[in-house]
């Protein structure tokens, strides 16, 4: 009798919190969705991938004259990529600000691909927002 009340007390705490934070229309949602499952949604991708156009960045001036041929792609959820899309500029902006004070010795190497990869991916997910950009990738990357 014991383990009986106890699994009805589970599975009612289960529905209720589905409940809760579902709604009567999340619950709803649910079990039609649980009853018949949609293949389109299966199919359906969920992000975008938005590309920068390629830019030639200049490096620190205090070298002899370094050049970097760069070209950028932004995973972004479907559901902000038009905010993505108009807010590009001030995101090219910030980027090129960024790698014009970097030395070609901060770019050599994996180490520093990893970092220039995460130090874009800072700068994309300040601007932009952090749920608007699920990653960066380099898709080119030329030093002379």
Do not use: H
């Not at 599975?11 to 949609?38: H, Q, W």
Request: net charge negative; with cysteine.
């Amino acid at each position: 009798l014991f383990v009986v009340t106890v699994v009805i007390c589970a599975v009612s705490a289960f529905v209720g919190g589905a409940y809760i934070s579902l709604g009567r229309e999340g619950m709803s949602d649910l079990i039609t969705s649980m009853a018949e499952p949609d293949q389109d949604f299966v199919n359906r991708p969920t992000y975008e991938w938005i590309e920068l156009d390629k830019t030639i960045y200049q490096l620190d001036r205090r070298e002899e004259a370094k050049y970097v041929l760069a070209k950028f792609t932004i995973k972004s959820p479907i559901a902000r990529a038009e905010e993505v899309r108009r807010r590009l500029p001030e995101l090219e902006f910030a980027l090129q600000t960024y790698i014009r004070e970097l030395s070609s010795r901060e770019l050599q190497g994996a180490m520093g691909l990893y970092n220039l990869r995460n130090a874009c991916l800072f700068r994309a997910r300040r601007i932009l927002g952090r749920d608007a950009v699920d990653d960066i990738l380099i898709g080119e990357l030329l030093v002379e």
